[in-house]
């Protein structure tokens, strides 16, 4: 079975700086990944997707994310962080064919300080 | 505009009293699911459906329904809610396709759910 750990629940940082969220996913075949983003009292934005070929994925807000099979990882990434990207962050894997099937890990919440 | 539409947004409700969440979207999807969210948890997948009538129990279905009678429409029902029933729901729907630059999930804007 599919599975997704996002170790860390809670991160903060300065606005301006650089942020990197992690995600380490188990399957056995190439997943397709994604990554959401929920504001508060909001549903679930989808940031960015990677189904295969290039390693690094750009997605909308300035978001990037690597994906690196040798470590099973899918991290999150931006270069500066804006007061507005203060939210709750999903990774999620779906079984290779589809994007239906979402197994999510537990999130992280992003807070941002001014 | 495409979206996914749940109605109620915010319920409160009694122990054993039934109650129906809905959920529709517009986009023609084949696939829809409802999803819990919890503190710690994240998103758990409760029931899903690949096309009207097929539906199919995820990894939390316990005390919950689904129906799938129109493409558009996959109502949640609580037949007899119960405390730990108290959660965020979501509603999300897909394209069942091999064209990846259209593989991605819509989700509605969440039902937030409270049982006393």
């Known amino acids: 079975a599919q599975s997704v750990t996002q170790p860390d629940i809670h991160i903060t940082v300065s606005e301006g700086a650089s942020l990197e969220l992690r995600c380490n996913y188990s399957?056995?075949?190439?997943?397709?990944l994604f990554w959401y983003v929920q504001s508060p009292g909001q549903g679930l934005q989808l940031l960015l997707k990677?189904?295969?070929?290039?390693?690094l994925v750009q997605g909308i807000k300035g978001f990037e994310a690597e994906f690196k099979r040798s470590q099973s990882s899918f991290n999150l990434r931006k270069p500066s962080v804006h007061w507005s990207d203060a939210a709750e962050y999903f990774c999620?894997?779906?079984?290779?064919?589809?994007?239906?099937?979402?197994?999510f890990g537990t999130g992280t919440r992003l807070q941002v300080t001014l | 505009e495409a979206q996914v539409t749940q109605n109620p947004r915010y319920l409160i409700t009694v122990t054993g009293k039934k109650l129906t969440v809905t959920c529709s979207q517009n986009?023609?999807?084949?696939?829809m699911s409802w999803y819990r969210q919890d503190p710690g948890l994240g998103l758990r997948q409760i029931y899903y459906?690949?096309?009207?009538?097929?539906?199919d129990k995820g990894d939390v279905p316990e005390g919950y329904k689904v129906s799938r009678k129109e493409k558009r429409n996959f109502p949640l029902i609580l037949e007899s809610p119960s405390p730990n029933q108290t959660s965020l729901y979501f509603c999300?729907?897909?394209?069942?396709?091999?064209?990846?630059?259209?593989?991605?999930?819509?989700f509605g804007q969440g039902t937030r759910l409270t049982v006393v």
């Open positions: 999300a729907s897909s394209l069942l396709t091999v064209d990846l630059q259209n593989t991605e999930a819509f």
């Open positions: 399957y056995g075949a190439t997943p397709y």
């Open positions: 990677y189904f295969s070929g290039d390693t």
């Open positions: 999620a894997v779906a079984p290779t064919g589809t994007a239906s099937k979402l197994t």
């Open positions: 986009m023609n999807h084949e696939y």
């Open positions: 459906s690949m096309n009207v009538e097929v539906t």
